[in-house]
Structures are given as structure tokens and as C-alpha cells.
């Protein structure tokens, strides 16, 4: 039998805790008949000993050592880079550390793969407390898809939290693009995808656990101090940092578009009471 290998991605910061329950809800799924998988795990300067936890508990994990300054985009490039120097895999699979899989979720997205291949496949997520979808994909007006429970619903903006990229996309695609440390990258990579002539779509059904960030970052805040803000949003963490947030919609939206942003964020960071707070 012909066994289909799989590249497991993940990078982690200082959340030894969640990142243990991850792996341990990973290896607890069932996984199919005819397919096996390596885990390709980033420790990116953790100090909380989470490397030394992941080596005792799971020794068959592949720990990659970061810089400490990578953050979640280029974390989950170098896995993804040194996965790529170990097999030609048949699929890679990133998934976030705070994520908690559900037990059939693997079987889930590989049955899905084989009802939509060549597709992009991006796992939806639920609240463990209230059950709301957090993360998964979203249609072209932002609003996040909820599964049909039957087939994979074509998606246009991906949330990276556990996303299966078959091996014919990766050879045309390539890998995440490390020029975004931390957030976009996975939206970039999605529209990358389309503009190769592929499909993103999301699962089925709710593949995991996964709470949501709160709606709106602290740059947005008015109650948050002027100098906070701009800190805030040129940090790596900001979610919309303004050069990288500009690369990314000059690359997908044209420079007008961009501009417009680029603009408009440092309106909101300066005047934060002019738009309404959800």
C-alpha cells in the first residue's frame, strides 16, 4: 500500500501549556487507513520550558529552535521550510498551538481532500464555551462560513489555524511568505493560491476548539493612551501593522486600495472615536 505522508506545522512562544494540550488532542485523532504523519514543531525562544515538555512528552516531534523573534508567520515558515528538507510530502498541515482538535478532525480534512482536491482546505473552528465558529474561512464580504456538515464551501479570505495544503499546490505556490512576521500571512497565502488558478474551501464540519481574539486590537481603543496605540500597532502583534498590512493589500488589491488603508489606519490610531466600536 501507498502511504500519503503528511508535514505537520506548528510554531510556539511561551504557551507550554496550550501547546501540550495541542499535541496531545493531535495524537489522540484516529488517523485513516493509508497515510502517516511527522510533526515539524518552531520553539521560538521559549523560556517557559516548553521545548524540554514537547522533547519528554512527544520525542517523535521534529523541535526546530527560533530566534525568539519570529512570531507566528515566519515561526510557521522555518517548520515549514525544514519539513520540506526532510520528504517530499504529500500534504502539509499547519496548525495553531491553541488549538484543541477534535478526535475524527484529521480524518475529517483528509475525507474533504478527497471530495475537493487540489483545494486548499482551511478547518473550522468552534468556542469550546459557546459553541460560535471563531475561525475557519470567510465569503468576500468578510463573513465567516459555517459548514454544511456535507462538502467543503468555496471560501475567499483563510484563517490559518489548521489548513491543509495538498503537495500540487505547495510546488506551485510555494510556501508561506516570511517577508510578514506574524499576522497576513495566511490571507496572503490564500489569494496566492486563487491567483494560481486554485480553490480555497473550508471543512465540512468543525474540525476543533479554538477561542477567538477579542474584535477589536488595542490600537483601536479609545480609552487606550495615544502613545499605547501606536505602539500597539506597529507592533509584530498589531494584526494590521501599516507596512505589512500595505504589502499585502498593494499585492492582492492595488495600490489604491493600499494607500486608502495606509491612510486611514493612522486616522483611526489618531482619532479612534471617529469610527464605531463593535
Known amino acids: 500500500m501507498v502511504v500519503k505522508e503528511i508535514a505537520i506545522l506548528l510554531t510556539c512562544h511561551n504557551r507550554k501549556e496550550k501547546t501540550i494540550e495541542c499535541l496531545t488532542a493531535l ?6 487507513t493509508g497515510y502517516s504523519f511527522d510533526v515539524f514543531l ?41 519539513a520540506t528538507k526532510n520528504k517530499n510530502y504529500d500534504f502539509y498541515l499547519w496548525l495553531n498551538d491553541d ?25 473550522v473552528m468552534a468556542s469550546e464555551d459557546t459553541g460560535n465558529i471563531t475561525y475557519g474561512g470567510r465569503d468576500k ?15 475567499m479570505e483563510v484563517n490559518g489555524n489548521f489548513v491543509l495544503i495538498p503537495k500540487e499546490i505547495y510546488e506551485q505556490v510555494g510556501m508561506l511568505d516570511p517577508i510578514f512576521p506574524h499576522a497576513i500571512g ?14 480555497c474551501k473550508i471543512t465540512s464540519k468543525i474540525v476543533g476548539h479554538c477561542e477567538a481574539n477579542p474584535q477589536l486590537p488595542k490600537w483601536c481603543l479609545p480609552e487606550v493612551s495615544f502613545l499605547k496605540r501606536v505602539k500597539v500597532l506597529y507592533s509584530p502583534l498589531g494584526n494590521s501593522h501599516p507596512y505589512y498590512y500595505f504589502l499585502y493589500e498593494k499585492r492582492h488589491f492595488g495600490l489604491l486600495l493600499a494607500i486608502k488603508h495606509f491612510l486611514t489606519i493612522h486616522l483611526r490610531v489618531l482619532i479612534p472615536q471617529l469610527w464605531k466600536q463593535i
Do not use: Q
Not at 186 to 199: A, I, L, M, Q
Open 27 to 32: 495524537y489522540s485523532n484516529v488517523i485513516p
Open 42 to 82: 518552531v520553539d521560538d525562544g521559549s523560556t517557559d520550558g516548553t521545548g524540554e515538555a514537547v522533547k519528554e512528552d512527544y520525542p517523535n516531534v521534529n523541535i526546530i529552535l527560533g530566534t525568539g523573534d519570529l512570531y507566528w508567520n515566519r515561526g510557521m515558515h522555518l517548520a515549514w521550510k525544514t
Open 99 to 123: 488549538v484543541k482538535l477534535l478526535r475524527d478532525s484529521i480524518k475529517i480534512i483528509l475525507d474533504d481532500a478527497i471530495k475537493a482536491p487540489d483545494c486548499l482546505l482551511c478547518g
Open 141 to 155: 464580504n468578510g463573513k465567516i462560513l459555517i459548514p454544511n456538515k456535507k462538502e467543503p464551501i468555496i471560501c
Open 186 to 199: 495566511d490571507f496572503d497565502y490564500g489569494f496566492r493560491c486563487v491567483s494560481k488558478g486554485f480553490t
